[in-house]
């Protein structure tokens, strides 16, 4: 059982920036594929970014690319390095498993998730 901590969120003025990280306990996420994720209220999860556990290719939602990175800390660590946020850019970010990032800005197909943490960018 992979158990994933997402950290890092709060409250950030328009054009600041974040950095999520996404914790795992007892495992190493190196031979997973490691996605972000996010939900607006009212929206569907939507992706955000992914990284693959084979080479570590990134891969990002068009509106994220440019302004979003994805890294591997460390074993046990994945972060999502944000810039320039936009008030649009305001949900609850999640963290995920799998053997395979999703085909983005899909959702589908990881197998575990973390609880979220809240991003609130302000205009």
């Known amino acids: 059982q992979v158990q994933l901590v997402e950290s890092g969120g709060g409250l950030v003025q328009s054009g600041g920036s974040l950095r999520l990280s996404c914790a795992a306990s007892?495992?190493?996420?190196?031979?997973?594929?490691i996605g972000w994720f996010r939900q607006a209220p009212g929206k569907e999860r939507e992706g955000v970014s992914c990284?693959?556990?084979?080479?570590?290719?990134t891969i990002y939602a068009d509106s994220m690319r440019g302004r979003f990175t994805i890294s591997r800390d460390n074993a046990k660590k994945v972060s999502l390095q944000m810039n320039m946020l936009k008030p649009e850019d305001t949900a609850v970010y999640y963290c995920?498993?799998?053997?395979?990032?999703?085909?983005?800005?899909?959702?589908?197909?990881?197998?575990?998730w973390g609880k979220g943490t809240r991003v609130t960018v302000s205009s």
């Open positions: 990284i693959s556990s084979s080479d570590d290719v």
């Open positions: 995920a498993a799998a053997w395979g990032c999703p085909g983005l800005p899909g959702a589908d197909g990881m197998n575990y």
């Open positions: 007892g495992v190493s996420l190196d031979m997973y594929a």
